[in-house]
């Protein structure tokens, strides 16, 4: 079944730096790939997601960069500010199967 | 319009008691999903329904039951609590085919669960 690894599991930066995560799938036929984010006690929410058929997707200080070939997928945060502390999650659904598969978490701090 | 809505929000149970989580969702989508949440662990896939009366297990199934009667409603069951399954508990939904859009999977906010 599908498998999706999540690096790293912590991630600080400085107020205004970038912050970037990075995942690996196992199933080639993984075709949408969901960011979400989870602030301490709440329910995980979309930020971003990307299909298969696209190679970049932007929106304002958020970006997600596929690489089919080499099966992963990243989340860059530019310009990062202190609400931007939070969990981050990665997942992958393979079509057909409408499982979806969820990274291992990356806590994300922003240092003031 | 409530979203993905969950039942109970808390609850502590006995080694070997049973209970029923509830998720209700109102937006018409096929997809529901259970998944538990442990430190380091992420998001684990317990069961999911591609639509009423579906089922299929996830990554990890054992010692829950789950039932989908209704469109809107997704139970997930624990026959004999163990500690081993305290965590917090997602339910989420997805896919509205009506619309053929695929859209992202919803969260209902979670329930803690703590078998002693």
């Known amino acids: 079944g599908e498998n999706v690894e999540q690096h790293p599991s912590t991630l600080s930066v400085q107020e205004g730096d970038s912050a970037v995560i990075k995942c690996t799938y196992s199933d080639s036929a993984s075709n949408y790939f969901p960011w979400y984010k989870q602030e301490l006690g709440k329910r995980p929410q979309l930020i971003i997601d990307?299909?298969?058929?696209?190679g970049e997707k932007k929106d304002q200080r958020i970006a997600v960069t596929l690489n089919k070939t080499a099966k992963h997928f990243s989340l860059h945060i530019t310009e990062t500010q202190p609400e931007d502390s939070a969990v981050y999650f990665c997942?992958?659904?393979?079509?057909?199967?409408?499982?979806?598969?969820f990274g291992q978490g990356t806590r994300l701090t922003i240092n003031p | 319009n409530a979203g993905v809505t969950q039942t109970p929000k808390f609850r502590v149970l006995k080694t070997g008691q049973s209970m029923t989580l509830l998720c209700a969702q109102d937006m018409n989508h096929e997809y529901m999903y259970w998944y538990r949440q442990d430190p380091g662990m992420g998001l684990r896939l317990i069961h999911y329904s591609v639509g009423e009366g579906t089922t299929a297990k996830g990554e990890v199934p054992d010692g829950y039951n789950v039932s989908r009667l209704k469109k809107q409603n997704f139970l997930l069951g624990l026959e004999s609590a163990a500690p081993s399954q305290t965590s917090v508990y997602f339910c989420a939904s997805s896919v509205d085919r009506a619309r053929r859009v695929d859209t992202e999977a919803f969260f209902g906010q979670g329930t803690r669960l703590t078998v002693v």
């Open positions: 990307i299909r298969s058929n696209v």
């Open positions: 997942a992958a659904r393979i079509q057909g199967a409408q499982k979806l598969v």
